[in-house]
């Protein structure tokens, strides 16, 4: 199973929560994979620290809404092409081949995503890679998300479904070889970079996140890296200052990605004079 000796070896103390304050007002900001396996769990100790501590969990979005039929397909609405065209039209020749030579290598036919965009063709790519590394149960944020339902806890989010939908249609829409080639070489060598992902997520090491998978990602995709962190962080400072208004205790959930490097939420708090400090179990 995927990384279950990393799970067994990792300490106690060892997570990416991290505790947010300004004078009294406290909240919780904890690192997501949306993705997990079975050796994945239990969670390390410092996710339930801040969630016992939490009144309201706080996530990207309402994971409800984006997993209906409904989200589907409007999904599929935005990111098909209605207009005679086909994904190889907007495509350079050299990416094209390369994403049907994926196509081929996984016994499916390019056929199949022949009308879809870019966007929704990286999506599809990335989770089917994901569930063929065994990573098939829920993340760090639905985990939660189900388990506040069941505990009372208030549910809140920083993107709307309608936001989510429109980062996802905006997502490379300037840079559709961009995006297509990011995802191609992302899928090549993901079981070694998730496999070092998931250590430093385990491990809360914000620097290993930063040196070996962000500062990689930014220097060779910037305009994906930029729509897909970068503003997305900007976006969600408002929402995350404002929860030091209220006496509650938010625990605020966002992918592991968000968390390191200048731009990330952490970092984007600091500067606003709130205190950083890691939770440690």
């Known amino acids: 199973m995927l990384l279950a000796a990393v799970v067994v070896a990792a300490p106690a103390f060892s997570a990416s929560v991290w505790k947010v304050s300004k004078g009294e007002s406290t909240i919780f900001v904890g690192g997501t994979l949306h993705l997990l396996s079975e050796g994945d769990y239990p969670l390390p100790t410092p996710y339930e620290i801040a969630f016992d501590k939490a009144s309201s969990i706080v996530l990207e979005t309402d994971l409800d809404a984006v997993n209906s039929p409904a989200f589907s397909q409007q999904l599929l609405q935005q ?60 993340g760090v944020d639905s985990h939660y998300a189900q388990k506040a339902k069941g505990a009372g806890k208030t549910l ?5 479904p309608e936001q989510q939908l429109a980062f996802i249609v905006a997502m490379g829409e300037d840079d559709p070889d961009g995006l297509i080639q990011y995802t191609l070489e992302d899928i090549k060598t993901l079981p070694e970079n998730l496999s070092l992902m998931k250590d430093y997520w385990f491990k809360g090491d914000l620097k290993g996140m930063t040196t070996d998978i962000l500062d990689v990602f930014a220097k060779d995709y910037p305009e994906v890296y930029k729509s897909i962190l970068v503003e997305r962080n900007h976006n969600w400072l408002p929402h995350l200052i404002s929860f030091f208004d209220s006496p509650e205790v938010e625990f605020v959930l966002v992918g592991a990605l968000h968390l390191p490097g200048n731009g990330g939420v952490l970092a984007l708090l600091e500067a606003q004079g709130y205190t950083v400090e890691k939770v440690k179990g």
Not at 128 to 137: A, H, M
Not at 156 to 160: D, G, I, K, N
């Open 79 to 138: 990111l098909s092409y209605s207009d005679g065209s086909t994904i190889q039209s907007h495509l350079s020749e050299d990416t094209y081949n390369a994403l049907a030579s994926h196509f081929a290598s996984r016994g499916w036919p390019i056929e199949s995503v022949s009308l879809l965009k870019p966007q929704l063709v990286s999506l599809t790519l990335t989770i089917g890679e994901l569930q063929r590394l065994g990573l098939t149960l829920e």
């Open 156 to 160: 809140a989010w920083l993107e709307s």
